[in-house]
T-cell receptor
């Protein structure tokens, strides 16, 4: 069981470039999500998905796009990168969506936008 | 308003001693879950322990225990017999009712001294 995997580990972009952060899980979890972590802060939710074909916005969705075509994969797209998107991005998954359910995180992607 | 407050930015603890990390939360939901995560310098988010709002007993997981005081809205993490490997950032987080989002505190850095 690999758990939650993310690629790449590190990425440097120029302002205006686009890219996709990959996330996959092999635990057959229905719920997946993307968070960002900025220096000195906890994580903030960008987008999440409650199952294949269903996505919703979190608290900081602007500038990001998601889709979920399979249970396993949940890519995050940066449409036109901005320096404000320099952050560490974490993907997470959980079996259920209720408040008792633990979210398990991937190792993170450190993104720098110049 | 801040949902999760961690008032200790950093703490030092001697190896083999216990340390308590403070966490207070704010919610009007009756149903909520409280989570603690560890983030070592390598960057990953590791789930440690969970406490549900209806749980009458304090949660324990090995050397980790959660001191849950519902009336005071606090959920402090206690790490017993600290080890050098416990040096990390620790985050308190909460999920409320049907909201998928995990709300994080700013974190507490723990440094264990030999």
């Amino acid at each position: 069981n690999a758990g939650v995997t993310q690629t790449p580990k590190f990425q440097v972009l120029k302002t205006g470039q686009s890219m996709t952060l990959q996330c996959a899980q092999d635990m057959n979890h229905e719920y997946m999500s993307w968070y960002r972590q900025d220096p000195g802060m906890g994580l903030r939710l960008i987008h999440y998905s409650v199952g294949a074909g269903i996505t919703d916005q979190g608290e900081v969705p602007n500038g990001y796009n998601v889709s979920r075509s399979t249970t396993e994969d949940f890519p995050l797209r940066l449409l036109s990168a901005a320096p404000s998107q320099t952050s560490v991005y974490f993907c997470a998954s959980s079996l259920r969506g209720d408040y008792t359910d633990t979210q398990y995180f991937g190792p993170g992607t450190r993104l720098t936008v110049l | 308003a801040q949902k999760i407050t961690q008032t200790q930015p950093g703490m030092f603890v001697q190896e083999k001693e216990a340390v308590t990390l403070d966490c207070t939360y704010d919610t009007s939901d009756q149903s909520y879950g409280l989570f603690w995560y560890k983030q070592p310098s390598s960057g990953e988010m590791i789930f440690l322990i969970y406490q549900g709002s209806y749980d009458e007993q304090n949660a324990t997981e090995g050397r980790y225990s959660l001191n849950f005081q519902k009336a005071r809205k606090s959920a402090n993490l206690v790490i017993s017999a600290s080890q050098l490997g416990d040096s990390a950032m620790y985050f308190c987080a909460m999920r409320e009712g049907d909201d998928y989002k995990l709300s994080f505190g700013a974190g507490t850095t723990v440094t264990v001294r030999a």
